[in-house]
T-cell receptor
């Protein structure tokens, strides 16, 4: 039973445009969300996070939006660059201070020059 | 300098064998993790150690035994390997156990069971 869902396995965007990656979750007890980026043959790299008490967090070209009522978050990349081409994983935390991270299956983003 | 390094990068072995994967981090972190990414691409936590003590042990067969000789190392030993163990195993570390702390991942060990 997937608690964190990334329903789009892939996304293709033109360089300079906006990339929007979506993530849905089912567990209302999740209180913290993170996005990781992964290049082939490398481990995931932390990108940006958001607490459930916020609805937006911005870091440079990357913005994460959280809609708690819809149990939905999205990652916006503006402007998209070819180097952003990677697999993006959404992750959510539940439980206490040592709660586990639950990862989605990832979305492969391709940014075309 | 690699922050989280795992060896080997690739491991091909026969069913029934015993194998180990090593992980070392030079970030000075207190907490280390093992994750498994299966054929469906889900990344699932297996174990977490904080200051050499086991703090998370997900539902993993007891053929998998982690060992943390010190804070900088977390090795994974697997006994009696099965076909279903084929996956990519990632080691990670973070400053402390709170998952809100970004985790730093190694590049993975691709385990293939023949």
């Amino acid at each position: 039973d997937q608690q964190v869902k990334q329903n789009s396995p892939s996304l293709s965007v033109q360089e300079g445009r906006i990339s929007i990656l979506n993530c849905d979750y089912t567990n209302s007890m999740f209180d913290y969300f993170l996005w990781y980026k992964k290049y082939p043959a490398e481990g995931p790299t932390f990108l940006i996070s958001i607490s459930s008490i916020k609805d937006k967090n911005e870091d440079g070209r990357f913005t994460v939006f959280l809609n708690k009522s819809a149990k939905h978050l999205s990652l916006h990349i503006v402007p998209s660059q070819p180097g952003d081409s990677a697999v993006y994983f959404c992750a959510a935390r539940y439980g206490g201070s040592q709660g586990n991270l639950i990862f989605g299956k990832g979305t492969k983003l391709s940014v075309k020059p | 300098d690699t922050a989280v390094s795992q060896t080997p990068k690739y491991l091909v072995t026969q069913m029934g064998n015993d194998k180990s994967i090593k992980c070392e981090q030079n970030l000075g972190h207190d907490t280390m993790y093992w994750y498994k990414q299966d054929s469906k691409k889900f990344l699932k936590i297996m174990f977490s150690y904080n200051n050499k003590e086991l703090i998370i042990n997900e539902t993993v067969p007891n053929r998998f035994s982690p060992k943390s000789p010190d804070k900088a190392h977390l090795n994974l030993h697997i006994n009696s390997l099965e076909l279903g163990d084929s996956a990519v195993y990632f080691c990670a570390s973070s400053p402390d156990p709170t998952p809100t702390q970004p985790q730093h991942f190694g590049d993975g060990t691709r385990l293939s069971i023949l």
